[in-house]
């Protein structure tokens, strides 16, 4: 028999991919050349990447090739795995994947296996493998943590990874690269196609899929086929009439749904995207009430809502009885919704990326044009927008990186390791290093986590159950059945604060809601949930049981992580935007898209009162109110970059004159208030070399942020991916309160008795890394440095200002009392003015 990664000889490539020309065929349709391309490059032997637009057929380019190879030499088998971020598509996959197998006949079985698997299915898969197995990065792990791993994958030859660019750059990404590494080790002529629709770093990305070789052999440069598809996408912004009655920041835009309900069509399918939970339950709220001929074609989609539920909605999508559809990112991904004809972008996308995912979940086929019509909701979107359109036609995507070498994962993959065949050391090393991200695993590290899990390493080691690892003729093995039942239940990297489920008292799961929230209501109180009205009942062993209510109530359930930032990518789009308007105010150039000539009178009126930067420039404005003195600064780099340089300012400045100083923030810019008479420009103006520098900027950040408090929230997260800290078992979860505290115990000892503790090291590496994006700040700094400062003495806060203000105001006041505050604001700002802008 040819050797897996080989085809035979004896057969050209024409005459493999005779059966899946001839399927195409009796379609009606032509394989597109990159198609042709793929299975080609598959039936050389190669590995590599796809990225072409989304609705193009890249299913088929992946899958197609794999099959084409098995119909020339037949065996039983697991042949060929296909990965995907969200059992939602699953169901998706499989039907497309069936769909030639079953019209002509070939000898294959495709099965699903995902956490909503039976057990008697999964048990099935095990005895009688299928040719083509759909799963998921959580179930690949826990396959691997099975003892008959080795024989399941005896015969694997492709490993397909769909929607790659959603893995990257998580955690689930390295764990997916763990797992293929260990395939790999078993397979080593593996071949690993990834798909992807929206990457800006594809040689990296390519390079993760495919690893760096399986242990001992050498590794090949991954193929990377593109495709010149244009996909045209068509992006409509709702302007106001008056830049004046423009909401701004804090409360979602809900006071223009009138104008959202006029350019929506009933017949028209359509999605209506949030960046929150919250924000779409509200969204979902204001249309029932605005538009009750909708009732039974409306619905709400997010992740929170219980799986069946989320299914049902999908499946009325697909046949046409649902035509609106408020949701997040739960639908960003590749759910074929082809009736879809139109999608909403409710705020910014924050992203070019993200942007074009939720694009091409309308006219989703070959050839479509995406229609996008954008509701902003605060003024500076439009600027936001204006950027995101210039991305759009540069091309250019986000990049997307992997963590490196994360500890809790790898602590995860061994144990799972050890659960199924075990491993020996030497050779689980060379193995692991194969992933991409781990290619640079030192010694020292990999050393520290065999004590770890063999010994509960220097801390834990009179404690059984964190010795979780045997040697047993060289190999180590996990051989306490509790252990291994109890770590096969909580195998993952997602992450969240402990869940609720929310039920009617007597009836159906609606889905989940944070522990925080739950416990601030009490008996009788109302609230939105999952597109109805609720009445709390009472809390039961994580349970909350409610019932269906009249009574009038606008709370709605908030999550945790639900806030964006702009990407580095559309920042640099922004800064560049915000300069042709300071261009175009002085006559240099022109206000050449929609959303700028609505947004001019705003921009005249922050040029009278102040200025608008150019590039070049970083503009600082100072004033005085009733409030304090302010201090506003726009550096125009994303929230979260403006978080750390506000705190960082704000701490360099109070060690020159102490004070109580506030930080606000958005993407725009940040904002420091203090006492009355504050000096702010005089300090400004003395040390202002001194506020922009980089040097000593992560002792500097630990200063002014309570670094240690934002380690041990991470630590939580680190503790239980690495199986330090588990939920328990089914019936028998612990609250969110008492993980914190098991979490928290552990971070005191190793604090104290082991400060060099990896996982530690990983816990305060993540927080300057990724929450307050330490190599962002670095880089905004140094660029900072370069520009030419612009100190401005204002009267009164102004239109750049003004959403920093309400960002403020809205975390201590009810949304009612903000807009009242604001419109007070906004008519005091008037009268000083003489007058609204542009009359």
């Known amino acids: 028999m040819t050797p897996v990664g080989q085809t035979r000889r004896s057969d050209s490539p024409s005459t493999l991919l005779a059966p899946i020309e001839a399927w195409f065929e009796r379609q009606g349709w032509t394989p597109l050349p990159f198609q042709r391309q793929c299975w080609r490059a598959y039936l050389a032997g190669e590995s590599g990447l796809i ?55 070939w000898p294959l079985r495709v099965a699903i296996r995902n956490g909503d698997t039976s057990s008697y299915e999964r048990g099935k898969q095990l005895r009688s493998p299928p040719e083509i197995l759909i799963t998921t990065p959580e179930s690949l792990s826990l396959l691997l943590a099975n003892p008959k791993a080795p024989a399941l994958f005896a015969g694997l030859r ?87 009655g423009f909401p701004w920041a804090g409360h979602l835009g809900l006071r223009r749904h009138e104008d959202l309900v006029a350019a929506l069509e009933p017949g028209v399918s359509t999605l209506l995207f949030t960046n929150t939970r919250n924000q779409a339950e509200r969204w979902h709220q204001c249309l029932r009430y605005a538009c009750p001929e909708m009732e039974g074609a409306l619905a709400l989609h997010h992740s929170a809502i219980d799986r069946a539920e989320r299914e049902a909605i999908e499946a009325g999508v697909k046949v046409g009885d649902l035509r609106w559809v408020v949701c997040t990112s739960s639908l960003d991904l590749g759910v074929d919704f082809q009736p879809v004809e139109r999608v909403v972008q409710i705020g910014s996308a924050k992203n070019v990326a993200r942007l074009l995912q939720r694009a091409g979940r309308s006219a989703h086929n070959p050839g479509g044009t995406s229609q996008v019509l954008f509701m902003p909701t605060h003024a500076l979107e439009l600027l936001e927008l204006s950027a995101l359109r210039r991305g759009l036609a540069a091309g250019l995507v986000e990049e997307r990186r992997q963590p490196n070498a994360p500890i809790d994962v790898l602590l995860q993959h061994l144990t799972s390791l050890a659960c199924g065949p075990g491993f ?133 359930p908030a999550w945790a992580g639900g806030q964006m930032a702009l990407s580095d990518l559309l920042s640099r789009h922004l ?57 506003y600064a726009y550096p125009f ?23 109580t100083i506030t930080v606000s923030v958005n993407d725009y810019g940040f904002e420091l ?3 009355k008479n504050y000096p702010f420009e005089e ?74 503790n990896r996982l530690l090291a990983q816990a305060r590496s993540e927080v300057l890394s990724e929450q307050l994006d330490l190599p962002r700040i670095t880089v905004a700094l140094q660029r900072l440095r370069r520009c030419t400062l612009q100190l401005e003495r204002t009267p009164r806060p102004g239109p750049l200002a003004f959403p920093l203000l309400a960002e403020r105001l809205n975390n201590r006041m009810t949304n009612e009392s903000l807009l009242q505050r604001l419109e007070r604001l906004r008519q005091e700002a008037e009268r000083a003015e003489g007058g609204p802008p542009g009359s």
């Open 51 to 105: 990225q072409v637009p989304t609705g193009s057929g890249k299913t088929y380019a992946a899958v197609m090739g794999p099959i084409a190879d098995f119909l020339a030499e037949p065996s039983p088998g697991l042949r060929l795995l296909y990965l995907t971020p969200l059992r939602a598509l699953s169901r998706d996959l499989a039907l497309a994947i069936q769909q030639p197998i079953a019209a002509m006949g």
């Open 158 to 244: 492709t490993v397909v990874i769909d929607e790659w660019h959603e893995l990257l750059g998580s955690k689930r990404g390295s764990q997916t690269e763990l797992c293929l590494s260990w395939l790999r080790s078993q397979r080593p002529a593996l071949r690993t196609w990834a798909i992807s629709a929206t990457i800006g770093n594809l040689d990296e990305a390519a390079r993760s899929a495919v690893g760096t070789g399986a242990a001992g052999a050498p590794a090949s440069e991954p193929r990377l086929i593109t495709a010149p598809i244009a996909r045209a996408t068509e992006i409509r912004s709702l302007l106001p009439e008056s830049i004046d």
């Open 424 to 556: 020996e050391p030497a050779q689980a090393l060379a193995t692991v290093r194969s992933a991409w991200s781990y290619r640079q695993l030192s010694d020292s590290d990999w050393q520290w986590c065999l004590r770890f899990l063999e010994h509960g390493g220097d801390c834990l080691g009179a404690y059984p159950r964190y010795r979780k690892l045997e040697r047993e003729d060289g190999r180590l093995l996990v051989k306490e059945k509790a252990i291994a039942r109890m770590h096969r239940l909580h195998i993952g990297t997602i992450t969240a604060d402990r869940a609720v489920t929310v039920r009617f008292v007597r009836g159906a799961v609606l889905g989940h809601v944070e522990e925080a929230f739950i416990g601030r209501l009490k008996a009788g109180d109302v609230f939105f949930f999952a597109g109805r009205q609720l009445e709390f009942v009472r809390l039961r062993e994580m349970t909350a049981q409610v019932k269906a209510s009249s009574k009038k109530s606008n709370t709605v």
């Open 575 to 631: 800064r560049a935007e915000v300069d042709r308007c300071a261009r175009a105010l002085a006559g240099e150039a022109k206000l050449d898209s929609p959303e700028l000539v609505a947004l001019e009178p705003l921009l005249q009126r922050q040029v009278q009162l102040s200025r608008l930067p150019r590039q070049h420039e970083l503009l600082v404005e100072v004033c005085n109110s009733r409030e304090g003195s302010h201090l």
């Open 637 to 659: 780099e994303g929230r979260f970059v403006h978080e750390g340089l506000g705190f960082l300012w704000a701490w360099r400045l109070a060690r020159h004159q102490a004070s």
């Open 673 to 675: 208030l203090a006492p």
């Open 683 to 756: 300090l400004f103006e003395l040390h202002a070399e001194e506020l922009l520098a980089a040097a000593n900027l992560k002792d500097d950040l630990e200063q002014a942020i309570n670094l240690s408090e934002l380690c041990r929230r991470r630590f939580r997260a680190i503790a239980q991916i690495s199986g330090l800290v588990l939920n328990g078992f089914p019936g028998q979860a612990k609250s969110g309160g008492q993980l914190q505290i098991s979490a928290a115990l552990l971070y005191d000892v190793f604090s104290r008795h082991e400060p060099g």
